[in-house]
C-alpha cells in the first residue's frame, strides 16, 4: 500500500468551501485528468459519495484547512482508499487495559472503543500517520496485528 | 461418521410425543362436511352429535366422538375439520375394539392403518406401521440391509425422499416409535422417524396482487415449502446500506438501526431502530426479497415472509470502512456488543461489496465473519450469506466471498441459467436474482437484477429451515443447502458441483425437507 503525493481528500462537508478559497487548487472534477495512475472507477465512487479529491501543494495554501484532508493510497490491486488517522489493533491477550493504553500513548495512541469481537481495539491519533504506526505496531511483540481504518468504495451488489 | 446431534433430535422428538392412548380415527372416505363446518362455527356439542352419526364404525364399539375434545379442549379445531374433510373422524372406541388388531380393526369398519395417535408441538400425528431411516452417506448397500432385515424392516419404494432416506414397513408389530427409538442405536443409522400421517393443508398460495410476477417463487418451489415452513419467527439480519423503512410491504423488527460513521471517519456510532434510518432502493429490494409481507392486498411477498427482518444500515455513501462493516455483522450476531438487548439473528446477509475481480478483506472483517459463524445463535454459529460479484470473475479474487465461513452466492435466471456472475471453487451455489419483482425504494416495487438480490433469497430459505430445525448448527445447514440444490444447466457437476452453477441451484422445498428430516 502506498500513499499517493499528488493529491489528498476532504470528506464530505465544510471543507470543501474552505478548498477553493485563498486561491488554492479545487477540487478534481468529472473529466480532469487523474494525476498519476490512479483508478478512475474508485476516484468517482469517492466523488460521488460527495469527497472532495484536491492537487496536494507545499505548504498550507492560505484559507486551508489542512486538519480537514486526508491522505490516499493505493492498493497492490488499484484499489483506491482514503487512510483515516484510525487503526484495528489485536494485542497479546495476556495485556491489561492498562498495559494497552500505556503502549498505545508511547506511540502517541489511544483506544478509542473496544470492539467486542476478536479481542479488537479501535485506536485513534495517529493523524495522517496511520499506515507507518500500524507498520510500529506491527513490529511490536505485544501486537498480534495491527491495521489501518480504510475508507474503500463499497457499492452495492 | 455419523452426526449424533442428529440422532439426539430425533430421540429427543420421538420421546417427547405424547400418546392419545384411547383415541382411534376413522377411515378416510367420504368428507364430513358437516362435521368440519360444525367444528370450524364452535359448535361443539353439535360436531360430537355429528361425529355420532357419521361414523362408519359400529355404535356398539364407540363410547363417543373425540371431535369437541380435540377441537375445544386442544385446539386443534383447524386439523380436526381438515380431517373430517377427508372423511376423518376421531372417537373413543370401547376397550376391546381399542385392543384389537389393525386387521382386525379394518374389520370391524376402523381404520387399518393407524394404531395410535399422538400430538407433538400442536401437531396431530397418526401412527402407521411405516418408519423413514437415514443412513450415513458411507454406508454399504450389504449393510443397510442387513440393519434393515435385522430390525424386521420391508424396504418400500422412496422415489420422492431425500437422498439418503428410505422408506419401510414394520413387519413385526412393534409400534413404529418404539421401532424407531431402537434403530437409533444402530451407528450407521441417522435418523429414524415414523412415517406419521398427519393434516397438511392445501397448498399455501400468496394472493398479493404482484405473486404472480415473482418468478422466483416458482422457480425454487416455494409454495412447496410455505407447506412445511414460513419461517416463523427466524430472525434474518440484512446488512445493506439503506432501507425505506415505511414501504407498505415492509415491516423492521426490534433490532434494526444504522452505522451512523463519524465525522472524522473514524469511527461509527450504532443508532437503534429506524428513526433516522438512511433509505435505499437496494437494501429496500434485499430486505424484500427475505420477507415482503405476504396477505397485505400490496405487492408480492419474500421468501420467508414470517421471518423477522433485522435491517442493518451501514456504508450508506457507498463508502465506507469494513471495520464499520465488521461492527455491522458482529452485531447482528450479538447486539450486546453494541450494548443493546435484543436477540440476535439467527441468519445474516449482505450484498455489498465491489463488483471488480479483487477484493482484499481486512483482518478485521475476517474476524468479524469468524464470530458471526461461530458464536451467533449461542454458538450454533449464524450461516453468514454474501453477494458474489455480479462481474465474470472468479470469486477466488473476492477475499470476502472466498472466505470458509461466507456462503457465496451467485445468481440464475428465469430460464434456470446461470448469469455470468462469479465463478470457480469457491461459489456456493446459484439463487435466483435476475429481473426479479421486489420492493423498490420509491414505496412500489420494481424488477431487480444482481446477486444482491440471489444472497438474500438463500438467506430467506436458510430461515425457513430454521424454523423447522432450530438445532441445525451454520455447518449443518450449509451441507444440507448444498446437498438439496437442483442440479440445473448443462455443465456436468463433477462431485456434486461445477465452478459455474457450485452445488447447482437452491430449492426451497428440498433445503426445508432436509432440514425436517435433519439430513
Known sequence: ?157 | MVSQSNKERTFARLSRLEALPDILPSQPGVPRVDVSVAVRSGAFASSDAQTRARLDVPAEDVFASATSFLSRTCGYEDQVARFAEAGMLFFYPRRDLLDASLDERRARGGNGAVSRVFVDDGRLLLETGRVLIGFDPETREADRKLIMDRAGLLELAGSGLPQGVWRALVLDGTPAVEKCLNLLDENKVTFAEPDFIEQVGGRLTPDDPLFTQQWHHKAIDCEAAWDMSLGTDVRVAMIDNGFKTDHGDLAFAAGSGFFRTTSDFQDADFVPGTLGMPEGDHGTATAGMIAAIKGNGFGGCGVAFESKLMGISCLNDQVGTQSTLGRAIAYAARPDLEGRAEAGADVICCSLGPDGAVWRMSETLRLAIEFAATQGRGGLGCPVFWASTNGNYPIGADEVCSHPDTIAIGRSTEADTDDSSGYGRELEFLATGARVRLPSGNGGYGFKHGTSFAAPCAAGVAALMLSVNSQLTARELRQMMRNSCDKIGTLPYILGRNARFGWGRISARRAVEAARAGV
Open chain 1, 1 to 157: 500500500m502506498e500513499i499517493v503525493n499528488d493529491v489528498h481528500v476532504s470528506p464530505p462537508g465544510p471543507a470543501h468551501s474552505a478548498d477553493t478559497s485563498g486561491g488554492a487548487p479545487g477540487p478534481l472534477t468529472p473529466g480532469s485528468p487523474l494525476p498519476g495512475n490512479l483508478p478512475a472507477g474508485s476516484l468517482q465512487s469517492l466523488v460521488d459519495s460527495g469527497w472532495a479529491v484536491v492537487p496536494h501543494v507545499a505548504g498550507a495554501p492560505q484559507g486551508r484547512d489542512e486538519d480537514a484532508f486526508l491522505p490516499l493510497a493505493t492498493g497492490e490491486h488499484g484499489g483506491l482508499f482514503v487512510v483515516t488517522g484510525a487503526l484495528t489493533v489485536q494485542f497479546d491477550a495476556h495485556l491489561s487495559e492498562d498495559d494497552i493504553a500505556r503502549l498505545l500513548a508511547d506511540h502517541g495512541l489511544h483506544v478509542r472503543r473496544k470492539l467486542g469481537f476478536g479481542g479488537l481495539y479501535l485506536v485513534s491519533g495517529a493523524g495522517d500517520q496511520a499506515l507507518a504506526k500500524a507498520m510500529d505496531l506491527n513490529g511490536l511483540d505485544q501486537v498480534s496485528f495491527a491495521e489501518p481504518v480504510l475508507v474503500e468504495p463499497l457499492g452495492a451488489r
